[in-house]
T-cell receptor
Framework: NAGVTQTPKFRVLKTGQSMTLLCAQD?????MYWYRQDPGMGLRLIHY???????AKGEVPDGYNVSRLKKQNFLLGLESAAPSQTSVYFC??????????????FGEGSRLTVL | GQNIDQPTEMTATEGAIVQINCTYQ??????LFWYQQHAGEAPTFLSY??LDGLEEKGRFSSFLSRSKGYSYLLLKELQMKDSASYLC??????????WGAGTKLIIKP
């Protein structure tokens, strides 16, 4: 009963390094999201996907790229990390727009520090 | 612009009742959502309102007034485990969630 799984849970990077965060969901959900959460601010949407092979920009997409090659996986990449990208990153998924469209299922979060 | 306002922090006593308010301004509206987030953990879904009125779910209830752009989350019979942040989010016409910064609820014995 895994739900949404994020790896890694913690990572420390140096400025300019690259890395990829992996999100995997086993609920057959169509929609997947990457958010960042910073102190004193609401969750901010980075990128999202409404189905396999599709991605779209959210509120704060600069400095990030994503891919959804398989329905169950949504990858978030940082090409050249900057200290401003120090944050907690959450992946979330939802079946779609039927029912309660904003009922998101979140992963445990990935805590990224960029030095 | 789109905006969600909720108090930063509230304190309440174990066994009491607390109401957390949220006001929203969005381009279009497709529902109001409340989430609970314990420190260091992920948000978890609590409630969804799309029509005016009160939705009750055990000790938690959520109210919506679309004409006023207002919602509240009511927590009854407070328990220590209710100490958490409560996130209000409104869904706009593009089905995107606009999130508030969260209300940190502190429960005292």
């Amino acid at each position: 009963n895994a739900g949404v799984t994020q790896t890694p849970k913690f990572r420390v990077l140096k400025t300019g390094q690259s890395m990829t965060l992996l999100c995997a969901q086993d609920m057959n959900h169509e929609y997947m999201y990457w958010y960042r959460q910073d102190p004193g601010m609401g969750l901010r949407l980075i990128h999202y996907s409404v189905g396999e092979g599709t991605t779209a920009k959210g509120e704060v997409p600069d400095g990030y790229n994503v891919s959804r090659l398989k329905k169950q996986n949504f990858l978030l990449g940082l090409e050249s990390a900057a200290p401003s990208q120090t944050s907690v990153y959450f992946c979330a998924s939802t079946p779609g727009l039927a029912g309660a469209p904003g009922e998101l299922f979140f992963g445990e979060g990935s805590r990224l520090t960029v030095l | 612009g789109q905006n969600i306002d909720q108090p930063t922090e509230m304190t309440a006593t174990e066994g009491a009742i607390v109401q957390i308010n949220c006001t929203y301004q969005t381009s279009g509206f497709n529902g109001l959502f409340w989430y609970q987030q314990h420190a260091g953990e992920a948000p978890t879904f609590l409630s969804y309102n799309v029509l005016d009125g009160l939705e009750e779910k055990g000790r938690f209830s959520s109210f919506l007034s679309r004409s006023k752009g207002y919602s509240y989350l009511l927590l009854k019979e407070l328990q220590m485990k209710d100490s958490a942040s409560y996130l209000c989010a409104a869904m706009d016409s593009n089905y995107q969630l606009i999130w508030g910064a969260g209300t940190k609820l502190i429960i005292k014995p």
